[in-house]
């Protein structure tokens, strides 16, 4: 979630974040300082942020990959589904559609979002997991980004958000790895949407949304599910459906390209 929801705006914030935020800008280790602060003040142990924050420095590749989006999308609808959706995407959610057949009937039941929706979602995202979920340390992404003053109550909202992931026990900071705006996992949430959606599906005690096929499904089932989507209704654009993925990713053609997957996965 959402690379191109970041480029359209970010739709979920860290709710009951921090009032007063850290100052952006100035001395890095200064910020830092006053992140350790707030994430204590917000119930995040000492040993972690000192973990996660030990030997921290900024990233400037992360500040150029930023500074080069332009958030918005270049292509039309034709012209972008036809490089994200093609024969071998569609086989093999086909396939997966199978081999997670009694899964996605749990999750539908719990849910109601269909298992085609969910299934082009991942194909999407990650090429099912296999693809590019990220490399960087979302910690050290995430503090570079909070720092840079253009949008450092957002990411300060984030960095908050991900060290509550490891607060919590759902990954170890080892593997607290993610995309180029701190972004996680194999449908690529927010950390904040990590927190607030999250499920454990599979039962293990911790929401695992790298490795865990259960807690990924059943995750974005659940953002979906407490945005409105309902079962059984379009969600073609201009329906309620449609406008409830907005939660997901606001820009159109992206939506327009989940309907678009979604059908062929039926065999539309």
Not at 130 to 152: E, N, Q, S, W, Y
Not at 192 to 200: A, F, I, L, P, T
Not at 221 to 226: D, E, F
């Amino acid at each position: 979630m959402l690379r191109f929801a970041l480029a359209a705006a970010f739709v979920v914030y860290l709710a009951g974040g921090s009032a007063e935020a850290a100052r952006c800008g100035g001395d890095f280790n200064s910020f830092v300082a006053g992140m350790t602060s707030e994430a204590q003040a917000a119930g995040v142990s000492a040993s972690v942020t000192s973990a996660a924050f030990s030997g921290i420095a900024q990233d400037g590749a992360v500040l150029a990959f930023d500074r080069r989006q332009r958030y918005t999308f270049n292509k039309s609808f034709e012209q972008y589904v036809s490089t994200r959706v093609g024969a071998g995407r569609i086989n093999g959610g086909r396939a997966l559609l199978q081999r997670h057949a009694a899964l996605l009937s749990r999750i539908e039941q719990q849910y109601g979002v269909p298992r085609y929706i969910l299934v082009a979602i991942w194909g999407l995202e990650s090429d099912f997991g296999k693809g590019d979920i990220g490399k960087l340390p979302v910690i050290r992404t995430l503090a570079t980004l909070a720092h840079d003053c253009r949008r450092t109550e957002l990411f300060q909202g984030e960095l908050l958000a991900a060290l509550k992931i490891v607060q919590r026990g759902d990954l170890p900071l080892r593997d607290l790895i993610g995309a180029y705006a701190g972004e996680i996992g194999q449908t690529q949430f927010l950390p904040s949407s990590y927190v607030k959606y999250g499920v454990d599906f599979d039962g293990d005690g911790r929401v695992d949304l790298r490795h865990s096929v259960p807690d990924v499904l059943a995750s974005t089932a659940n953002l979906l599910h407490t945005s409105g989507f309902k079962m059984g209704q379009p969600y073609g654009e201009g329906t309620a459906n449609f406008e409830a993925m907005r939660e997901w990713n606001r820009a159109l053609i992206y939506r327009k390209t989940i309907g678009y997957f979604a059908d062929r996965l039926m065999g539309q």
